[in-house]
């Protein structure tokens, strides 16, 4: 039966240094990356092998993915890369320190913009510092400015339906290596989590999540590999 795998990307630089990263492209710390390689080791020893991959137009998402595919010796399995999968914009707090912009705004209102689920941070100035709307990956897409949880579930959940969906349909193993809000959309949609309990959930970096799939295409429990 179909299995789908979501894992998130291992830790990145900006997670280390506890900044607002979003659509920033910010590359994978040596613990990230060991965190990626053992993901793709444990699916290994499960074997729990994917046989199609899909992943955001980010760095520290792509390389999760190839590097866990080599870890288990899948790296030819054919892969597609989407923005549609990109973690979710942060506006205007791109870049700031969490503890520093808390102690500006205080820790209700970050708390609001961060896990509430649909109010959306301040929006991104035009070309401001962290502002992509002429980076060369995105060309042809309207760049947000800044997005809610619910504004992201609102390209990933389309996406999930046109093109991840019917692939696993056909009886794939499919992985997705993404980002915390977008795959936060993903299990939302496919664990029937409400929009109060989603905000309380953690995505951890590089621990592979299980979906099993019946015939009628209805998923089963959310499991950790580690855990199955």
């Known amino acids: 039966m179909p299995t789908l795998i979501l894992v998130r990307h291992g830790q990145s630089q900006w997670n280390l240094e506890n900044r607002f990263t ?91 913009w961060r896990r509430s689920f649909d109010v959306p941070p301040p929006v991104m100035d035009k070309g401001s510092t962290f502002d992509l709307s002429d980076d060369p990956r995105y060309a042809g897409i309207d760049v947000p400015q800044t997005e809610s949880l619910k504004l992201t579930i609102e390209r990933v959940l389309p996406y999930w339906e046109s093109d991840i969906k019917p692939v696993l349909a056909s009886g794939e193993t499919v992985i997705i290596s993404a980002h915390g809000n977008s795959l936060r959309a993903l299990v939302k949609h496919l664990s029937n989590i409400s929009d ?33």
């Open 22 to 112: 979003g659509w920033w492209d910010v590359d994978l710390t040596e613990k990230g990356v060991s965190e990626a390689f053992a993901a793709g080791e444990l699916m290994a020893e499960r074997n729990l092998l994917p046989t199609r991959a899909f992943t955001s137009l980010q760095t520290r998402a792509i390389k999760t993915l190839h590097l866990a595919l080599g870890a288990c010796n899948r790296l030819w399995i054919p892969e597609v890369k989407d923005w549609r999968l990109n973690e979710r914009h942060y506006g205007g707090l791109t870049g700031l320190n969490k503890a520093e912009t808390a102690e500006k705004h205080g820790e209700e209102q970050v708390h609001i």
């Open 196 to 228: 109060d309990e989603i905000t309380d959930l953690e995505i951890p970096t590089g621990q592979p999540i299980v979906y099993d799939f019946d015939e009628n295409m209805q998923p089963g429990e959310r499991q950790y590999l580690k855990d199955r």
